[in-house]
């Protein structure tokens, strides 16, 4: 928390000193269109926020009172930019020729047609606009206008909660209009370290004994997971879903037993050890840790959980690869005999990056990280050097047989059985019995 900042201070100086200066030039000038425009402009959110907690962030929220979306046209035509604008949420963005981002809304009231509904949107004022918001400390704004540049509207303690580190909710009815509110009150205390303010927790409790979970649609309970388990210390976010009984709302047999706890536990080394290695490779960590979540569920449990959160194709085959790879390449890289590089080869190729640190996370033996360096800083770039047209030039046949002797070929590279291609062909032959 920044402490020479009072509340009725004004920001500018404070943002002038802390944001880049492209973002303070350019939220100065969406404060002189503004005004110019005849509409009243905000930051608000997550860069209010962080701003004041002293965090990085880069997300230019943006909320007008009055026409927002003829103001985010407004706002693409200076900057001779890119615009897509939603017009059932009167939300919108503008994509600089930089490629920075503004997300532009009109300020807006919140109807609930039930629980969970997504919901219905009326024209309103800042204050009216920040009361949909899902806690205080989110519900913060800084007037751009010129005029008011850099004052705070704090309209619901919001400040307050941030000096005394504290998740509040706004209203009563906030995590039913909204329970992926649940989930976003555990991110934030767990990631500033922040507690639930005692009501707060009460009506969370309550929300999750009314099992108001189940009615978020697939893609939503995904991302609130899937963002959780990209946090800094997934393994206490997930300490947090049990201590809340949430989750049994991704399967009513997912427990967090201790087995699962020593695997979370040993996961941030894992990582950790992958990113000395393979930087160059970009790993999906929450998607580590959502394959280390399901380990130890049965195949049938984990067809319903990736059913429920609707987990995208490319991920859940990662998920299935490892399930039926992980087992057999930890208990052959583990075996007193060394695996011959081949094998090593065989054992490994299945599993997808991921996968990889998930095995390093389990691997009792030194053996495992070593055969795992040497397969994909040496292994992985083996090929041999005939290929299906050399062997239909050798008067093959093509079909299965050209898998097998590819997939022989490879092996006895890997394993220095076969230094030329001479050597191959002669191989190759004796295979096809030529
Ligand atoms: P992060 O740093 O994780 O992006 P953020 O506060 O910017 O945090 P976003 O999800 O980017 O969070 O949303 C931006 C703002 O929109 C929030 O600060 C909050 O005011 C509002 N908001 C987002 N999701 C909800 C929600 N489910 N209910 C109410 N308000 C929300
Ligand atoms: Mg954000």
Known sequence: MRRHVEASDNLCALMRD????????????VGRLAEQAGVAAFAVGGLVRD??????NLDVDITVEGDGMAFARLLADHYKGGLKIFERFATAYVICPDGFKLDVASARRENYAHPTALPTVASSSIKEDLYRRDFTINALAIHLNTHHFGEVIDCYGGWRDLKKKTIRVLHDRSLVDDPTRVFRAIRFAQRFGFRIENNTLRLLKETVANDLIHQLSGPRLRNEI???????DPHRAIRRLAEFDLLRFLHSSLKLIPSLETLLARIPRAIAWWNTRFADRSLD??????????EGVSDSAIRAMMKRLTIPNRQAS????VRSSLSSALRGLSMSRRPKPSETYRLLAALPDEGLVLLVAKARSPHVKRSLTT???KYQHVKPSLTGNALTAMGLQ??????????????ARL???VKTEADERALAKKIAKL
């Open 375 to 377: 397969c994909l800083t």
């Open 318 to 321: 990662k998920v299935h690869m």
């Open 285 to 294: 960590h929450s998607l580590v840790y959502f394959m280390g979540l399901v």
């Open 415 to 417: 394993n220095g059985e």
């Open 18 to 29: 802390h944001l880049p200066p492209k973002i303070f030039n350019r939220l100065e000038e």
């Open 226 to 232: 899937m963002l959780l388990l990209s946090e800094k």
């Open 398 to 411: 093509p079909g299965p047989l050209y898998k097998k002797i590819l997939d022989r070929l490879l092996d």
């Open 51 to 56: 701003l004041l907690l002293g965090h990085k």
